[in-house]
């Protein structure tokens, strides 16, 4: 992996990806805790959004783009909301399924859903849904 200074901040291409896809600076982060405390689908995910960032801060690609993390955030926006430095943290969740989705890594597979769930769902919700869950 290339690593380069830029503004005495250590960077690498994956931390630029996600700061040019999502337009917002992760390195104001500083981990306080309240986008993960607000999150209403925080009892479900394997890493919480305050440690997305951090993972995101540090470069860690493969430990973000394996997480169903972003995949189940809602985008609900509570985590911009409360965030004290006014990080659009489901901007950056965005970026990374953007991210997972070019790497061709879809969160479901739509061919392996059956078709008594399919019969019942709305139209709008599937496409919804494959639109935020493939490529």
């Known amino acids: 992996m290339r690593l ?8 690498n291409e994956f ?9 917002q600076d992760i ?3 500083y981990q306080c805790g309240k986008c993960s405390a607000g999150c ?4 479900i995910m394997d890493l919480l959004p305050n440690q ?29 909301v409360r965030c004290p430095k006014g990080i659009d943290i ?3 969740m965005e970026a990374v399924r953007q991210i997972a989705l070019r790497r061709s890594e879809d969160f479901i597979d739509p ?10 769902l709305p139209p709008i919700a599937l496409v919804c849904g494959f639109r935020k869950l493939t490529g």
Request: hydrophobic residues 40%; glycine residues 6%.
């Open 4 to 11: 380069e200074i830029s503004l005495g901040r250590l960077r």
């Open 15 to 23: 931390v630029a990806k996600i700061t040019e896809l999502s337009g």
């Open 27 to 29: 390195n104001l982060c």
């Open 40 to 43: 209403p689908m925080s009892f």
């Open 52 to 80: 997305v960032i951090r993972s995101v801060q540090l470069g860690l690609a493969e430990d973000i783009t394996s997480s169903r993390t972003p995949w189940l955030c809602a985008s609900c926006l509570v985590c911009t």
């Open 90 to 92: 489901a901007s950056v």
């Open 111 to 120: 061919a392996g859903l059956e078709r008594d769930t399919v019969a019942e």
